[in-house]
């Protein structure tokens, strides 16, 4: 995970990232990141069409089914697997009768947006912070540093939960983690822009630019902020697997979504009780939240690599410079 959050200074000299069509080249040469893409595409299709296919198993995430669990064993789904049948493709809940099919579908819908959310709050704030310390005087980069630095010490579930509870429960849970989340834990993303434009600042290109009069906000834009989409886009998509899993944990703690609204954190948070008598309710949220993450984190990687065409080069040198035979002068196929 470190060195996916470390990021190269840029090179004196150099211009601003590549274009678009050489970056999807190099993410194409990836087939791990191109099978991640594919998973959290097939994912993210699913937890829109989550309406359709719900009609068309013919269930809904709230309706309770009590003939379909053992009330006299306590709530335990009837049938092997947890009661998966025709009607209920991966069972039911235990305790409530609930469809789990459509209920993961709901659940990725409010995990996903939740945390796409958070996150876009996080690297606009973050963006906005980096910069005007970056670009700021001696004592604006001072507040701004120290800000950031209590940002990042801060301990984010602990005050995500304060807030949380304070807040009327009437508000809607969703928007409100998004901004809990977001507002709390952008310090990391200042402190990379940060960084990141400290190093910008002393290029050819960008010093003339702010020679010829222009203003912060105008080398900002047209000339840092090009420069700054590589280490943007993929700590964005670091973030995006930890704020699932901090949305999870606040659910499974009980400050999260509230029922009936579904959710994978909350789900795992009553399976916690059914571990023993059902394991499939146990290890369907799981391993969603799983595969999710892990989808994230390996996008994020190739990411890395094709947004920067030095990273590649390195690789190549970390794996002892290995070559084919056709690209050794004189070898053979």
């Known amino acids: 995970m470190t060195d996916l959050l470390t990021t190269p200074e840029p090179e004196a000299g150099l211009a601003p990232a590549s274009g678009a069509r050489q970056v999807w080249r190099r993410l194409r040469a990836r087939r791990s990141a191109l099978a991640a893409a594919a998973v959290l595409g097939l994912l993210v299709l699913l937890a829109l069409a989550a309406p359709?296919?719900?009609?068309?198993?013919?269930?809904?995430?709230?309706?309770?089914?009590?003939?379909?669990?053992?009330?006299?064993?306590?709530?335990?789904?009837?049938?092997?697997?947890?009661?998966?049948?025709?009607?209920?493709?991966?069972?039911?809940e235990p305790g409530t009768g609930r469809d789990m099919f459509v209920r993961l579908l709901y659940g990725a819908r409010v995990s996903l947006l939740v945390a796409l959310g958070a996150t876009v709050v996080q690297v606009l704030i973050g963006l906005a912070v980096g910069l005007a310390a970056a670009l700021g005087n001696r004592f604006v980069d001072s507040v701004f540093s120290h800000l950031t630095d209590v940002m990042v010490a801060m301990p984010l579930l602990v005050f995500a939960i304060a807030l949380m509870a304070v807040v009327p429960a009437d508000f809607p849970r969703p928007l409100l983690l998004v901004i809990a989340i977001g507002l709390l834990a952008w310090g990391p993303m200042a402190r990379l822009v940060r960084g990141q434009t400290l190093s910008l600042k002393k290029l050819d290109y960008v010093s003339a630019a702010r020679l010829t009069g222009g203003s912060s906000w105008r080398v900002a834009r047209r000339e840092l902020l090009p420069a700054l989409a590589a280490p943007v886009i993929t700590y964005a998509a670091i973030l995006l697997p930890s704020n699932i899993v901090i949305e999870a944990s606040m659910s499974f703690l009980g400050v999260g979504v509230k029922p009936p609204t579904p959710s994978w954190g909350q789900m795992l948070s009553t399976a916690s009780t059914w571990f023993r008598a059902d394991p499939a309710y146990v290890l369907l949220p799981a391993l969603m939240l799983f595969v999710t993450t892990l989808a994230f984190t390996v996008l994020a990687d190739g990411l890395r690599v094709a947004l920067d065409p030095r990273e590649a080069s390195r690789l190549r040198v970390g794996r002892g410079g290995r070559e084919s035979p056709k690209s050794r002068p004189g070898g053979t196929a």
């Open 52 to 92: 359709l296919l719900a009609a068309l198993e013919g269930q809904d995430p709230n309706t309770y089914h009590d003939a379909l669990v053992d009330s006299a064993r306590g709530g335990v789904p009837l049938g092997d697997f947890g009661g998966i049948s025709a009607e209920h493709w991966l069972g039911v």
